[in-house]
């Protein structure tokens, strides 16, 4: 269940829970950002995955990121806009920020994606796939001027902006698995 009550606002507009998805909009007019904290850690050294549904009204400009509170500083985001067509992955390398990578596979507004964004200390890789589980992008490793910096979910568009997320997920990630001997028989017929 998600509550957002756990949850840290960042900048203009609300986060609400509506029909069981967390609902993030942004005010019209000035920068309109409303972000919410997912974690309040360094990455440096860490390894986490993250998995999470989204879709957009038409103007998503982010949807998960790392940055400072303030928000005076992004170090990468993952998102896409409907209005400019494909996926984009931004990073702060050499302390310039900018698209990394670019998809030509079109970003349609009112759509579920499905989105797996890998986090070690200094790269990412964002997976982005359809509601059904079919591969739609694979950014694969960017490099990110480490810092330390805010995980954070919402949006950093300049105007009115919808989102929707769902089955929000964070985990360590370990690579490879860790092997194991023979396990034998789960299941057993009584």
């Known amino acids: 269940m998600l509550d957002p009550s756990k949850w840290t606002e960042w900048g203009s507009g609300s986060a609400t829970v509506s029909g069981g998805y967390a609902f993030i909009s942004s005010n019209s007019g000035g920068l309109g950002k409303s972000i919410r904290e997912l974690t309040d850690r360094d990455l440096t050294n860490r390894r986490i995955i993250t998995r999470l549904k989204v879709k957009t009204a038409s103007t998503l400009t982010g949807s998960i990121f790392y940055a400072t509170s303030d928000l005076s500083a992004k170090y990468w985001s993952v998102g896409g806009k409907p209005l400019e067509g494909g996926w984009r992955v931004y990073t702060r390398q050499g302390g310039v920020y900018d698209v990394r990578y670019a998809s030509s596979n079109t970003v349609w507004g009112n759509v579920w994606y499905k989105q797996h964004t890998t986090i ?26 480490a810092a330390v910096a805010k995980l954070m979910l919402g949006n950093e568009y300049n105007g009115y902006d919808q989102e929707y997320f769902d089955y929000i997920w964070i985990a360590k990630y370990v690579s490879p698995e860790p092997s194991h001997g023979v396990w034998g028989i789960e299941e057993v017929w009584l």
Do not use: E, F, G, M
């Open 120 to 145: 070690l200390a200094s790269s990412i890789r964002n997976v982005r796939y359809n509601d059904d589980y079919t591969l739609r992008d694979d950014s694969s490793w960017i490099s990110y001027d």
